[in-house]
Every structure is written in C-alpha cells, then in structure tokens.
C-alpha cells in the first residue's frame, strides 16, 4: 500500500508538520498556535526542555507517550521547581 497516497494528502501533511516543526522549534510559546488545540500538544516549552537538557519530551503531537515511557519525569519535576 506504500505509495498510493494521494499527491494532496502528502503536500498537506508536509505543510503541517513544517509548521508545527517550527512552531516547536521557536522557542516561543504563542498562545494563538493552532497547534495548543490539540489536547495532547507539549508545544514550545515542552520540546525546549529536550533541547536544553537533552533528556525526555521526544513528543510534539502525543505527549502522553512521555508520560507513557517516562521519558517526561525530569521536565515535570523542572516546571514544578520553576513554578514554586
């Protein structure tokens, strides 16, 4: 079945990911993202982290995966410590 997909769906799914890439990428987090829509999104902060400390938050879209493997214990004891 690889390879039958439609030239639009590609193009789309493209697009989009390019875009959350480099909304996740900025190091900004816009509160107008389409992107913090999306009930499992980790956005900016959450991937920041990962660059910054080069453990966890591999997730842009599922985050619960994180959370899942583990992988989300170090940023979730960071935002704690942050917010206190």
Known sequence: ??????????ALWIIVR????????????????PFRLLPFSGGAEFHNYHHTHNV???GSFFTFWDDFCGTSRDYIRYKLKKES
Not at 18 to 25: K, L, Q, R, T
Request: with cysteine.
């Open 18 to 33: 390019s875009i959350e890439a480099v909304d996740g990428h900025c190091g900004y987090e816009f509160s107008w993202s």
């Open 1 to 10: 079945m690889a390879g039958k997909c439609h030239l639009f769906t590609a």
């Open 56 to 58: 966890g938050n591999y």
